[in-house]
């Protein structure tokens, strides 16, 4: 499964907000495994609003005669 390209960007988006907030004070450092639970969470949402495996639908063309050895 590959991953959407909302979740891509909210990680994305996660480093820098974390590191911002370390660095304008080092008391924030669990703004960091806050934001990584709820960045966490919200991929979880997405993967589950994805397409349905229902929705999907494969259609096989098998060949009518298989030759083995030769």
């Known amino acids: 499964m590959r ?7 909210l990680f994305a988006a996660t480093v ?3 590191l911002g ?3 304008a004070n080092a008391n ?3 703004f960091g495994f806050a934001l990584l ?4 969470f919200l ?4 993967g589950m609003r994805a397409l349905s495996p229902r929705a999907l639908r494969v259609d ?3 060949p009518g005669v298989l030759y083995a050895g030769g």
């Open 43 to 46: 991929t979880g949402l997405d």
């Open 21 to 23: 907030a370390v660095l």
């Open 16 to 18: 820098p907000l974390s």
């Open 28 to 30: 924030l450092w669990p």
């Open 3 to 9: 991953p959407t390209g909302r979740a891509v960007l």
């Open 60 to 62: 096989l063309e098998a």
């Open 37 to 40: 639970a709820v960045a966490i």
